[in-house]
Structure formats: C-alpha cells, structure tokens
C-alpha cells in the first residue's frame, strides 16, 4: 500500500536526481552536437551567423587535397601505433606478471611513469632527446644511419617519430590493462595445462590467448579511437609539417576552425572524422568479437 | 610393483619445513587419502607427487621410476583439482582432448577416448557444453573425465568435492568408488573430511604438521589409534577425552579414576599409581548405567534410528555420547556412563597411546 500512495513521490525523487546530469549534458554535449551538425551546412565563422549552403562544406572537403593526405597520415599513424603498442604493451605485461611481488609493483611503476605526464612535458622531453644539434639520441642515428637526423623536420621520419613518442607515453595503460587480464586468468589452468603436456608455448597459445582475448580486443579498439584523435603531439612537434607531411584531420579542424576562422567547414571535417571513427571501431570490435568467438 | 613410494620427502619455503621427512607408499591400484586438517601439509604433499612443487629433500617414485626431478607431464599423472581447473574457453569433449591434443594423438583414437570417457562418467550429452553451462557435479566428472582420458598410472585428487553441496557429496563419493573399481589405477585422495576418507579410501594417511601420525586401513585407524590426534581425527562424532589418573592394577589392565567415576581399562602395559592419563571413548561405547562418570545432559540431536547426547562433565568438558532406539527424553538430567574396559583408549598427557 505504502509503495502506490508514494509513487508520485518516488518519480519526483527520481527526476530530480537524474535532472543535473541531464542539464549539464544537454548544455555541454548535446547542444555543441547540434550546433556542429547545424553549421556543417553553413558558411558560419567560428563566431556569428552564416548562411545555409547546404552541402557546400562537403563537396569542398571531398575536393580538398589535404583532407586526403590527412586521411592517409592518419591511417599511417594507425597502422604505426595501434598494434605495436598491444603487441608492446602485452610482451611487457607478460615479463612484469612474472617477477614477484615488490619487484612486480616496481617495474609497474616505471612502465606506468610516462603515462601521468602531460602531453606538452612529454613531447618537450623528446624535443630535447631528438634535437638535431644537441640530442641525446643524435649519436645513434649516426651510428645507424650515419648522419644525424632532424626527425620532426624530415618528412619520412617525422610519423614513425611521433609514434614512437605516442606509444611510449601511452604503452603503461595498455600494460596495466593486460597486467589485470593476465591476473584474471586462474594459476591452476596452467598448472593443468603443465600436467596435461603444454610446453610455455603452449600454455600461451592455448590457455593465455583464448582468455585474454577479450582484453586484446579492448586494448586495439581503444588504443584505435585513441590514435584516430592524434592531434596534440602532431600540434607540439611538427604542426604537421614538413609540406603536410605530418598533417592529420582533427588538426586540419584547428586550422580551418582557428587560424582560418571556418566555423562551418571545421565542423564539417569534424563531422566526418566522428562518423569515422564509429565506423571504424564498431567494425573491428564486432570483427573481434566474432574471431574470439570463432 | 608399486604405485607411489615416497621416501624421506621433505619441503622447505624459507625456513619453514611444511613437509618433514614423509615416507609412505601407496600400492599400485590402492586408493590412498591424504588426510589432516588444514595446513597439515596434505595439498603440498600431492603436488609434490603431481611435479608442481619442488621437492626439497628425499626421493618420489611412481610404479618404479624415479620422478623427483621430471616435469609434471612426464609422471604419468593425472590431477583434478578442487577448483576443476577447467579450460572455460573450451567445451567439455574439447577440456577433456586438450592433453591428447597436445600430444598429437590422432583423431580417431582422440574421439574413442574421450566417448569412452564420457561414457563412463554420464557426460555423452553435454560433450558440446562449455563448463559454464553445467552444474558443480558436472564440472567436476569433466575434470575427472580429462584425467581418465590420460590413462595415468596414478589419479590426484586435491579436496575434489569440497565445492560440492552435502547430497552431491555424497553421491559423487559413491561414484569416485565405483570408478576406482572400474579403471582399477592408484588413486592418491587429499581431504580434510574424515568421513570422505573412512568411506573411499584402502589407505588413510593421517597428516599433521608435515608429517605422517599413523597410516593404514580406515577401519584399522578407527580401532587402534597410535595417537590421541588419530583418535580424536577419525571418527564422527569425535572420540571423547576424559582426563584421569590410575589408581590401581586390575588382571587385565589398570583401574583409572576419571572425574568422579571408576574405570576399568584394559592395558599390556601397566603404568605407575598416581600417574596421569586420559581415557579415550568413542560415543557408541559409553552407555548409561548405575555407576560411573557423571554428566548432565545438554542436549540431544535425533537422527531418528540413532541419538548423539551431547553432555558435558562436572569440570566442563565436552561428551557425546550415542543411544539407539530410545524415545525417552535426557535433557537436563544427569546420567552416568561407563563402556566396557576393551573399549577404551589409555593415552599419556602427551597424546601418546598406552597399549
């Protein structure tokens, strides 16, 4: 009885906790997601009206020389961090799983170190590390190469750079991801599978794999929308030179939003990249799903 | 020829010695059970056999072979453990292939085996299941079924029914016996549940702190415990201690004062007057009667064809004892007991028996 006189109540309480979240959300998130799609059709400045040119904004972009290079930077930049870091991340979270306690928690730290420092600090670090006068890795390149090497101003290896520089900052996430997977996996698999004649090779294939595979398949797809993003390295080391070699699409959206004071095209591009982004990361999750089904 | 030997087996972590110089052989085709309370060194012990624990001293041989330094896989044993230790990524005909598998068996003689294995243990329709479908009992006939498909000379079996509810115990109990009639190899059997032991095993070894107190039949442990810590392990419930001291020598034995009442104990031996000893009675030989130790009834747990009398001694101790058959109610009133002086136990204050 109690309950039905108090429903009226119970819906106001209700309302009255869920209204805060919703208001900060539509103020936010919701309403900035309108007004970007609303201004994708306009000819708008980063402030003030516009006019509707309907799809104007997407012809261009489709026209537009540098979007394409951006696209394929951006594919580049993909192909050079997603699955090196997991493959990275997980040979660390393999070693690091096997020392013992303290020394475990240790290794962790020092992996897990880059991670907490701000973009501006990391990529300042490697500035100085690759500078091409004074660096500390120079004498390596030469060593190497022969020469040294100006990384962040030389167009062949300016994205390898920049990733090398991304996945060491973010690898001790994917690390600690793994790490946790690993610890889910029970000791006495691989006691049972060391009585049923798995060699280490084995017990990986077939034990550790098959049930860190739902791990793997959240480490790409996140470590894939991450990469998708690449902006402020790409903004701190190169801005995207040398001639656009290093361009990618969410800084062709600060430019053109920014610097050009394209309200509409800038969010035009910045449509496109969020369409891609789902796209892109609902396909390859749904594929791993099905392979870790199999 | 024999099935397990173990000869000095000793184990260290550190400086602390879990197992002190064990030896103990478990015939070929005997179902031996480890047995003790927790920490006793029991589990420890099984994996040392299995190979998944160093061995820190002494020799383990199994039907012949010394195996103290092989790798599990090539013991020839097979080990189902108290968790299952189920592959979850797999289905029940493929946990119970995976050892095949690994030793490229070939296809054919892989499906033979595991049929006859699931055959055996009733599992035919849920081949295709992953062990998250099923229930406990059927989790753990699949890790049975995965250490059938081996034929191993020598079974492990580390606490396999303690996940299990009471009835389903009971029952895989029943199975685990018939099985061992079936296949007929060594079965090694750890527990810490006494009535699982006296129930499955050939052998009972009684462990406690990393050594052996006593091994042999169950029955055998029953009647003649070496100890007080075997007496008061085997049986359920528990044997009763009464604290006592000799008064006089009998033909047969001594004569013990015990509480407020006369006991007489049949003894070889015949310990000094005056000298301290506690009495041993199980619950099914102390039976009420005109003289003897006086105790005041607290409470009675009927099971029907039986009664345990739970009761306690002037000076506060602990006895239970058993009635058969009568309806009459004793709570709250005082009975005295007495058992016959062939029924019990004489130990010295140190938990040594007196023969």
């Known amino acids: 009885m109690a309950m039905i006189r108090n429903q009226r109540r119970h819906r106001l309480v209700a309302l009255t906790l869920i209204l805060p979240f919703v208001a900060v959300f539509a103020l936010v998130f919701a309403y900035p997601l309108v007004e970007v799609v609303r201004l994708s059709f ?5 402030i003030g009206g516009g006019e509707w040119i309907g799809l104007q904004n997407y012809r261009e972009l489709l026209a537009d020389k540098l979007f394409y290079t951006s696209l394929k930077n951006n594919g580049y930049f993909m192909l050079l961090t997603v699955i090196p870091t997991t493959v990275i991340a997980l040979c660390i979270a393999l070693m690091v799983q096997r020392l013992s306690g303290r020394m475990q928690a240790l290794a962790l730290a020092l992996f897990f170190l880059p991670y907490i420092l701000p973009v501006s600090v990391v990529t300042q670090i490697w500035a100085w590390m690759l ?5 500390i890795l120079q004498p390596l390149f030469e060593r190497i190469v022969g020469k040294p090497i100006p990384v962040f101003k030389n167009p062949y290896w300016v994205m390898p750079s920049v990733a090398v520089v991304t996945i060491w900052w973010t690898n001790g996430f994917n690390v600690l991801l793994f790490l946790a997977g690993l610890r889910n996996i029970p000791s ?6 060391a009585l049923d004649g798995a060699t280490r090779w084995q017990q990986f294939t077939r034990v550790t794999w098959p049930l860190l595979w739902p791990v793997v398949a959240l480490v790409l797809t996140l470590q894939l929308i991450l990469q ?7 903004y701190l080391l190169s801005e995207g030179g040398p001639f656009n070699s290093s361009s990618v699409l969410l800084l062709m959206v600060y430019r053109e939003a920014f610097q050009q004071n394209n309200g509409g ?19 390859q999750y749904q594929l791993l799903r099905i392979r870790g089904r199999r | 020829m024999s099935g397990v030997v173990l000869r000095n087996v000793a184990k260290s972590f550190g400086a602390v010695n879990v197992i002190k110089d064990v030896s103990l052989t478990v015939n070929k085709g005997e179902f031996g059970v480890f047995v003790g309370p927790s920490g006793c060194g ?11 624990e160093d061995t820190t001293g002494g020799t383990i041989q199994i039907g012949g072979r010394d195996v103290t330094h092989t790798e599990p896989a090539k013991r020839g044993v097979a080990m189902v453990f108290q968790s299952y230790a189920l592959y979850p990524h797999l289905s029940v005909a493929e946990n119970m292939a995976f050892s095949l598998r690994l030793a490229r068996t070939s296809r054919d003689e892989r499906e033979r085996k595991v049929r006859e294995a699931a055959r055996i243990l009733q599992l035919t329709d849920h081949l295709d299941k992953r062990p998250a479908e099923l229930s406990g009992g059927q989790r753990q006939r699949v890790a049975i079924g995965r250490a059938i498909v081996r034929e191993p000379e020598v079974f492990l079996f580390d606490e396999p029914l303690s996940n299990l509810d009471a009835e389903l115990r009971v029952q895989m109990r029943l199975e685990l016996s018939r099985l061992h009639q079936q296949i007929g190899a060594t079965m090694i059997y750890v527990t810490h549940d006494q009535v699982e032991a006296m129930t ?11 050594s052996v107190q006593q091994s042999g039949a169950p029955l055998h442990l029953y009647d003649d415990p070496d100890n007080r810590f075997v007496a008061g392990f085997i049986g359920s419930p528990a044997m009763n201690f009464i604290n006592g001291r000799v008064i006089g020598h009998t033909p047969q034995g001594i004569r013990v004062l015990a509480e407020d009442g006369e006991v007489e104990v049949d003894l070889e031996t015949r310990p000094a007057e005056g000298m301290a000893v506690v009495l041993g009675i199980r619950p099914e030989h102390l039976v009420p009667a005109e003289s003897g130790i006086t105790v005041t009834v607290e409470m009675a747990e009927e099971l029907g064809g039986n009664a345990y009398m739970h009761s306690r001694l002037p000076s506060g101790g602990d006895i239970v004892f058993e009635r058969r058959g009568e309806r009459d109610r004793l709570e709250g009133q005082n009975v005295r007991l007495r058992a016959e002086a062939g029924h019990i136990h004489c130990f010295t204050t140190e938990g040594l028996r007196l023969r």
């Open chain 1, 188 to 193: 006495d698999l691989y006691e049972a599978s």
């Open chain 1, 228 to 234: 998708l993003k690449i902006f402020d390295q790409i």
């Open chain 1, 265 to 283: 095209y800038a969010s035009a591009i910045s449509l496109v990249v969020f369409l891609l982004i789902v796209a892109v990361s609902v396909l």
């Open chain 2, 200 to 210: 499955l095993a050939d052998e009972i070894f009684v462990l406690k702190g990393g």
């Open chain 1, 42 to 46: 306009t000819n708008a400045t980063l």
């Open chain 1, 131 to 135: 500078d091409f006068q004074f660096g």
């Open chain 2, 42 to 52: 029991k589990s420890t012990l099984l994996r040392m056999i299995a190979g998944l």
